[in-house]
């Protein structure tokens, strides 16, 4: 028998998604003071950002801004659902590290942790209250009231390390996580969010970690090369000689800070359609900031392209947050074996 790839996900892990929308306008003042909005290749102030944009006021009424939440909440669930319908065996989680874990002495533009286990640990109280405005209540979200070991599947891991380096992938291999920005080797919020928030804090489905370094120059992967490691990983995958089913994840995006509902409607419709000749050509420009996340998705649709899944259902909800645009986009995808129209 052999490794099957039965589900896949995609889901943003922001922090609107953590926090009531009464406490959004924290974040938002947050954008006021950001000198560095990143936006369709450029970086603006708050102001200028809202000179070249239109007004997003109507958007960031209470009203719409709590539907957009509860809307969220409900497709975060159905993710949750899909993933215990599936009755997964391992779970392969492909995200982002905000330096939580590698910093500059080592930044690996792939890397695969293959260790037994991994610590999922929360954070004390000073680390909270260091936190900028609105964070602190969100980061909470992402990790357990106490330290949990995590298992990982060791033996599938160092087989997609293997098989991306036959493949001529040089992927960094993680046997024990760096102690990392907080001091406690644990793993980073794109990870911990999808057991807290989707699996359930007391899963006991092991996982493989897969970074990406999609925020951080100089060497963040291209939108191509994404797509071909996922690719890659897919074959890995179904190369595996135990009979596992296995669900996939890409954790973060979509466009944050500055949403542009454009790039990631075009994103989305090339996910449901297939259309890897787009999903290939996104120019690192557009991939900045939190927005550089949609690189995890890329690497997921190669796998799901690989693997035979197709996308069943998509959700998503631009959730504004100040008048000049910023936020985060919340996607929600589900991916599933065989060919079935997508169902929004």
């Known amino acids: 028998m052999m490794a099957t790839v039965v589900a896949a996900i995609g889901t943003s892990h922001g922090p609107q998604l953590k926090t009531p929308p009464i406490r959004w306008a924290e974040r938002g003042e947050a954008d006021r003071r950001n000198a560095a909005l990143e936006f369709r290749g450029e970086r603006h102030t708050f102001d200028r950002l809202r000179a070249v944009r239109e007004d997003f006021s109507r958007e960031c009424a209470p009203d719409v801004q709590h539907n957009r939440w509860?809307?969220?909440?409900?497709?975060?669930?159905r993710l949750g659902g899909h993933l215990a319908d599936a009755a997964i065996d391992v779970l392969v989680i492909v995200s982002s590290d905000h330096k939580e874990v590698y910093g500059d002495e080592l930044l690996?533009?792939?890397?695969v942790y293959w260790g037994d286990a991994v610590e999922h640990v929360p954070f004390t109280p000073e680390q909270i209250a260091a936190m900028q405005p609105g964070l602190g209540e969100a980061a909470l979200g992402d990790v357990p009231a106490e330290p949990v070991s995590r298992p990982c599947h060791s033996g599938l891991a160092r087989h997609l390390i293997e098989h991306s380096a036959q493949e001529g992938f040089d992927v960094a291999a993680s046997r024990a996580l760096p102690a990392g920005r907080y001091g406690n080797h644990g793993i980073p919020h794109g990870y911990g969010f999808v057991y807290q928030r989707i699996m359930g804090e007391t899963s006991r489905v092991p996982m493989v970690p897969v970074f990406v370094n999609t925020f951080y120059e100089p060497n963040p992967p291209?939108?191509?090369?994404c797509l071909d490691f996922g690719r890659s990983l897919g074959r890995a995958l179904a190369a595996f000689p135990e009979d596992l089913r296995i669900g996939v994840v890409a954790s973060g995006g979509l466009s944050h800070f500055v949403i542009d509902e454009d790039l990631d409607r075009a994103f989305v419709e090339a996910l449901e359609n297939g259309d890897e000749e787009h999903l290939a050509s996104i120019p690192a420009t557009e991939m900045r900031s939190g927005s550089s996340e949609l690189r995890n998705w890329i690497v997921v649709a190669g796998i799901a392209a690989e693997t035979g899944l197709t996308v069943t259902s998509v959700d998503y909800q631009p959730c504004y947050r100040t008048e000049a645009g910023t936020g985060n986009a919340m996607g929600f995808v589900t991916w599933s074996p065989g060919v079935t129209e997508p169902a929004r």
Not at 70 to 77: E, F, G, K, S, V
Not at 108 to 111: I, K, N, Q
């Open 108 to 111: 690996p533009a792939f890397a």
């Open 222 to 225: 291209t939108a191509r090369r």
């Open 70 to 77: 509860a809307a969220c909440q409900r497709a975060m669930d």
